[in-house]
């Protein structure tokens, strides 16, 4: 696709359920980010994908979080028994082998736990 | 592990006024910096970046941002703010030896009419 690709776009889920987001990195990329941003502030990293190397899991909050890719494509993060304090926009992005170049961002999964 | 620093989470501006939002990273090797901005219910987006090119780059919308080594920073300005510059400002470095960006808190850019 012409860019990073995440969904669903928004969700609503119950305290205690599990939720799946989705992210599609730009063809070719091979670096994946993962980052969590709650009202009003920054930007938090939460895992890293780079190639066929172990991610770096060093900004997963919990062992509620977790996240998967497979190979350079698609990668879901997971949250098991959500808690209300995990709403926030999880935003998705990619870039290329090249540390030169910029990571392209989604548009982000906003999630609601209530 | 590189880290990056922007001071002051919410910045106000008149309309008009200059725009310096500013940023220090800490790194093991000369890094390469970003600067992105969010829009209101929009995603981020590349304003600039510096790539060990020209110290002082030019971005989008006006904005342009300075490669200081010695004092290890890369402030964003723009000479004269405009009501569409109200967004958030992140600042980013990726270290060459690692490809992983590392991003600032943030700055929420206010421009009072």
């Known amino acids: 696709g012409a860019g990073v690709s995440q969904s669903p776009s928004n969700k609503v889920t119950e305290k205690g359920k599990d939720v799946e987001l989705r992210c599609d990195p730009i063809?070719?990329?091979?670096?994946l980010y993962w980052y969590r941003q709650r009202l009003g502030q920054g930007l938090e990293f939460l895992i890293y994908?780079?190639?066929?190397?172990?991610?770096?899991k060093s900004g997963l909050p919990s062992d509620r979080f977790s996240a998967e890719r497979t190979g350079e494509s698609v990668s879901t993060l997971t949250i098991q028994r959500t808690q209300q304090e995990d709403s926030a926009v999880y935003l998705c992005?990619?870039?290329?082998?090249?540390?030169?170049?910029?990571?392209?961002f989604g548009q982000g999964t906003r999630l609601t736990v209530v | 592990a590189q880290s990056v620093t922007q001071l002051g989470s919410h910045v106000s501006v008149s309309e008009g006024a200059l725009v310096l939002l500013r940023c220090n990273y800490s790194?093991?090797?000369?890094?390469?910096l970003f600067w992105y901005v969010q829009y209101p219910n929009q995603g981020l987006q590349l304003l600039l970046k510096y790539t060990s090119a020209a110290t002082l780059v030019k971005g989008i919308n006006g904005f342009e941002a300075e490669f200081k080594k010695s004092e290890t920073s890369f402030h964003l300005t723009k000479p004269s703010a405009h009501m569409s510059d109200a967004a958030e400002y992140f600042c980013?470095?990726?270290?060459?030896?690692?490809?992983?960006?590392?991003f600032g808190k943030g700055n929420q850019v206010v421009v009072i009419p």
């Open positions: 992005a990619s870039s290329s082998l090249w540390t030169n170049t910029e990571a392209f």
């Open positions: 790194s093991s090797v000369p890094p390469y």
């Open positions: 063809s070719g990329h091979t670096a």
């Open positions: 980013a470095v990726s270290d060459r030896g690692n490809n992983r960006l590392a």
């Open positions: 994908f780079q190639g066929n190397s172990a991610p770096d």
